[in-house]
């Protein structure tokens, strides 16, 4: 069992940045690749980012490559998200997921296991 809780969310205006960290518990956290989903109201959950065990690889959806950084701290039990030149669009509440498979960096939502219970990000424009 795994326990995710984000936190970093807030108000920002577009072309701000935010970074978000998401603590997990237990020892076996650097076993699990971890994500990132985000979802706006009326809208369904999707991929922002993931990472591998070892942070040696790393997937970004289309809509935030080139301005999002996933990363990880293992030592720390810590997955981060850096967002940069944020747009209204990126608001939404951020989760971030582990996977317990160690191999794949998957897309699907349903594919994880465990939740964060999410962090509110909000950008006016």
């Known amino acids: 069992q795994v326990q995710l809780v984000e936190s970093g969310g807030g108000l920002v205006q577009a072309g701000g940045s935010l970074a978000l960290s998401c603590a997990a518990s237990?020892?076996?956290?650097?076993?699990?690749?971890m994500g990132w989903f985000r979802q706006a109201p009326g809208k369904e959950r999707e991929f922002v980012a993931a990472?591998?065990?070892?942070?040696?690889?790393?997937k970004y959806a289309d809509s935030v490559k080139g301005r999002f950084t996933i990363s990880r701290d293992n030592d720390k039990n810590t997955v981060y998200l850096q967002m940069n030149s944020l747009k209204p669009e990126d608001t939404a509440v951020y989760y971030c997921?582990?996977?317990?498979?160690?191999?794949?960096?998957?897309?699907?939502?349903?594919?994880?296991?465990?939740w964060g219970q999410g962090t509110q990000v909000t950008v006016s424009s």
């Open positions: 990472i591998s065990t070892r942070g040696s690889s790393t």
């Open positions: 237990g020892r076996t956290f650097s076993g699990y690749v």
């Open positions: 997921a582990a996977d317990t498979n160690r191999y794949f960096l998957r897309l699907a939502w349903n594919e994880y296991d465990y």
